[in-house]
T-cell receptor, first 112, second 117 residues
Framework: RKEVEQDPGPFNVPEGATVAFNCTYSNSASQSFFWYRQDCRKEPKLLMSVYSSGNEDGRFTAQLNRASQYISLLIRDSKLSDSATYLCATERGGTSYGKLTFGQGTILTVHP | SAVISQKPSRDICQRGTSLTIQCQVDSQVTMMFWYRQQPGQSLTLIATANQGSEATYESGFVIDKFPISRPNLTFSTLTVSNLSPEDSSIYLC??????????????FGPGTRLTVT
């Protein structure tokens, strides 16, 4: 089993739709959680850090469920510009401080 | 966040040769990392570049194949040695900074796209 697993996707949604991605992690020692956005042929860009049970930034809401070991990303009122690959990542902490483990990514396409 | 640059942005190399990738940050950072992203895959951590000491490698990656230097707090190099077509990937450096909520957040350089022929 992979340490970090994401919804396989791809997700194809119309503009204005709400879409949610899930990401599960197997290492209960994971301390920090992140969502990155990666555009084609570009580097990943940090979208959100997931603090405590979750946080919100405009149209984006991230939630963390430590008991079930998953994080989610909700995008409301989707825009064409939201089309990208969304990567979740976990950091184990301790001696693995700073070392991120990434999921395989979920492709989102928002169409007119 | 810190501005991270990498050189070269892309290269095509023959098998058996080596490529050295440079990563430059515009501010001093404690933690620098090197990742690989193979075609159609997600990112995999290669190693942590430690300033003043040897890099710390992840399982499956060894110093002979991926020697790393970290001479100061703003610069690191990754060499991919004895290239084979399987080394064709994007190589990215990253740095860790303190975010607005005092959480540590990691930012990536633009990547180096390597093709081995």
């Amino acid at each position: 089993r992979k340490e970090v697993e994401q919804d396989p996707g791809p997700f194809n949604v119309p503009e204005g739709a709400t879409v949610a991605f899930n990401c599960t992690y197997s290492n209960s020692a994971s301390q920090s959680f992140f969502w990155y956005r990666q555009d084609c042929r570009k580097e990943p860009k940090l979208l959100m850090s997931v603090y405590s049970s979750g946080n919100e930034d405009g149209r984006f809401t991230a939630q963390l469920n430590r008991a079930s070991q998953y994080i989610s990303l909700l995008i409301r009122d989707s825009k064409l510009s939201d089309s990208a690959t969304y990567l979740c990542a976990t950091e184990r902490g301790g001696t693995s401080y700073g070392k991120l483990t990434f999921g395989q990514g979920t492709i989102l396409t928002v169409h007119p | 966040s810190a501005v991270i640059s990498q050189k070269p942005s892309r290269d095509i190399c023959q098998r058996g040769t080596s490529l050295t990738i440079q990563c430059q940050v515009d501010s001093q950072v404690t933690m620098m990392f090197w990742y690989r992203q193979q075609p159609g895959q997600s990112l995999t951590l290669i190693a942590t570049a430690n300033q003043g000491s040897e890099a710390t490698y992840e399982s499956g990656f060894v110093i002979d194949k991926f020697p790393i230097s970290r001479p100061n707090l703003t610069f690191s190099t990754l060499t991919v040695s004895n290239l084979s077509p399987e080394d064709s990937s994007i190589y990215l450096c990253s740095v860790e900074e303190t975010g607005p909520g005092q959480e540590y957040e990691q930012y990536f350089g633009p990547g180096t796209r390597l093709t081995v022929t």
